[in-house]
């Protein structure tokens, strides 16, 4: 396996992966994104071109997709329409990426027998209560609550479906919240971070009880690495990192480490059908992978990532005023 092809290179975990198969890999690259909203070819800035090669275009385009299949020995899948809230403004664009896209390369993989890994989200789960002691398993049944979280569903099925009927050598992972560089201002970290960066308050939804399992980038990467390399063919990972938080301790949590009053931050409109809670137990990955989460303290990671936002201003500000013109128009 020398050559990946890396959909939605140029989006946030997918640019983390990028980075992370340069630094611990010989594998060459290449990324196909569509350069939407959400994709950055500044997150692929100062990678070796020797080993990483850039293709802006559609995963639903069947003759590019079969054309950059030919050219590589595994497809690693992030591609998507990823954001929930944008899912519940205008679902369309998640069923043509998230859905036709996924089947796009399902079916250039089986017509040239090449290896594939799906990224895929916990999402698809849908949420636990706040006092339920469980967490998801691969066992636990899909009961996705958003545009998004159901096309992602629909996209793990249609993996599925075609590793069992047609042999397609495919494997899944599901992840909980991940944090780190390179992410959009429009997701809650970056979002609050760089609110407070313009001088800006926080922006909680609701009373901000909603727990989230967070994973940092880095880490997410190094599991997709190891499933890709050694997960056993047909196979569904979970991925997290022992790190549920609330999001109101997240806000407090960034306030406190920008040195600003942690009740400093405004409450605004709930999103719709808002999901809770999610959480990760990822015995399996654990055991038969050994894979093991290398960022354990979330202040430490936290306090990295607003380093990060600080000092790289170029790469977010374009996008911060049209984000945040969107969430006034929805009261957030
Ligand atoms: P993102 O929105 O930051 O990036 C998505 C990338 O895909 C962008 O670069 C975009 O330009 C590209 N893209 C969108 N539509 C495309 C199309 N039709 N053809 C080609 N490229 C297209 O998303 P992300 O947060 O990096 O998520 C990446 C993947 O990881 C998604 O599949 C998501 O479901 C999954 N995931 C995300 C998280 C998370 O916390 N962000 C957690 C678990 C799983
Ligand atoms: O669980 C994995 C999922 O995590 C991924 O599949 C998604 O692609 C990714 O976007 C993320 O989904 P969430 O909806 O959990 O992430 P988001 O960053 O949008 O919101 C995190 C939590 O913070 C959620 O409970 C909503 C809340 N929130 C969000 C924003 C943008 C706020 O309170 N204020 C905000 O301004």
Redesign the pocket.
Known sequence: MARLLV????????SNFVHHVIEHTAYEVIV?????Y???RASLAGLPEERVSFVQ????DGGLVDDLVTAADAVVH??????NDNSLSDPQPFL??NII?TFTLLESVRKHGTRMHH????EVYGDLALDDPARFTEETPYNPSSPYSST?AGSDLLVRAWVRSFGVAATIS?????YGPY??VE?FIPRQITNVLRGHRPKLYGDGRNVRDWIHADD?SSAVLSILENGRIGETYLIGADGERDNKSVVEAILTLMGLPADAYDHVNDRAGHDMRYAIDYTKLRNELNWHPLYRDFERGLQATIDWYRTNEDWWLPAKAATEALYARAGQ
């Open positions: 959909t939605g290179g140029a989006g946030f975990i997918g196909l994104d569509k350069l939407t959400a994709g950055n275009g559609d995963i639903a992030y591609a998507a329409e990823s954001h043509n990426t896209g990224v895929s989200t916990d992602k599901n992840c909980s919240n991940n992410q959009h997701k997410h």
